[in-house]
């Protein structure tokens, strides 16, 4: 069943059958179908972010195991690519800190280091093959951050971040089981939400749609839509939108 607070993402859709999760091994670099997509979600993003003068965006979802740090690390290659834009990306999860083992960069040290005192910041940029991608990973793992995300230094960190890079993508914790992506919400331009086929309970959802506000929600990304199922997504958004799809939060 098509949730109900994804209406008035996708307008005129609600006849969707629950769609199945593809494997995991169709989300490799080598699959064309994949890349194709998230270039798509990727430019069709860049033109949202700059037309509404929005760069430090996190990527974030109701729950865990969306594939927000997958799809953050997607996009932040993405965005560097065109070799045009300088891109950091912050593993903002300080609690799992996955963020290095997927994009399988050193873990150590990292942002929590950096915000407790004891590393600094040359030593926590992580410089990528690709020239405009620069990766800061999350450290080592806390069971409570809270107080390092809402001090002093996180806030001037992510100002001066601001001023040197183009864009700034957050890969974040889940919204709902912990507070430590809204408390930071008034540093944030922009939000994207992942929603995971046949994985997110539709009320979860719904409640971090709400959590968020929509006005602050650049898009949703849908995650893991079978492949058949999607010639109802291609009727709306045409063909190029495959697996992953974004779709406008009312934003232009
Ligand atoms: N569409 C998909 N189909 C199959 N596997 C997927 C899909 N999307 C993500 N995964 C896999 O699911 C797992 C969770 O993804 P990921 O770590 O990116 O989620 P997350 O939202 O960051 O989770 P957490 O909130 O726990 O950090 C990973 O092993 C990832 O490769
Ligand atoms: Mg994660």
Redo the contacts with the bound molecule.
């Keep these: 069943m098509f949730p109900e607070a994804l209406r008035k993402f996708f307008p005129g859709s609600g006849t969707n059958r629950a769609a199945e999760?593809?494997?995991?091994q169709?989300?490799g670099e080598e699959d064309p179908l994949f890349r194709e997509q998230v270039k798509a979600f990727r430019a069709k993003l860049e033109y949202r972010a700059e037309a509404l003068g929005q760069k430090v965006i996190a990527v974030t979802?109701a729950?865990?195991?969306?594939?927000?740090?997958?799809?953050?690390g997607k996009l932040a290659m993405g965005l560097a690519s065109s070799g045009r834009k300088k891109v950091l990306l912050i593993g903002l999860?300080l609690r799992?800190a996955?963020l290095a083992q997927?994009l399988e960069i050193a873990p150590l040290p990292g942002l929590t280091e950096y915000l407790a005192g004891s590393a600094k910041l040359d030593e926590i940029i992580r410089t990528t093959v690709m020239p405009g991608l620069h990766v800061i990973p999350p450290g080592i793992q806390l069971s409570n951050p809270t107080d390092l995300l809402t001090g002093t230094r996180f806030r001037e960190f992510l100002a001066a971040s601001r001023e040197k890079f183009d864009f700034v993508i957050l890969?974040t914790?889940?919204l709902l089981p912990v507070a430590d992506t809204l408390l930071l919400r008034d540093q944030i331009d922009a939000f994207l939400l992942?929603y995971?086929?046949n994985w997110t309970p539709h009320d979860l959802f719904r409640q971090a749609i709400e959590e968020l506000g929509e006005s602050q929600i650049l898009g949703v990304v849908l995650?893991?839509i079978e492949q058949q199922k999607q010639r109802y997504y291609d009727k709306y958004y045409g063909s190029y939108y495959r697996?992953?799809h974004i779709a406008s939060a009312g934003t232009p």
Excluded: Q
Aim: glycine share 12%.
């Design positions: 999760p593809f494997g995991v169709r989300l979802s729950i865990s195991g969306e594939g927000k740090t997958l799809l953050t999860d799992k996955d997927t890969d914790p889940p992942i995971r086929a995650n893991g697996n992953t």
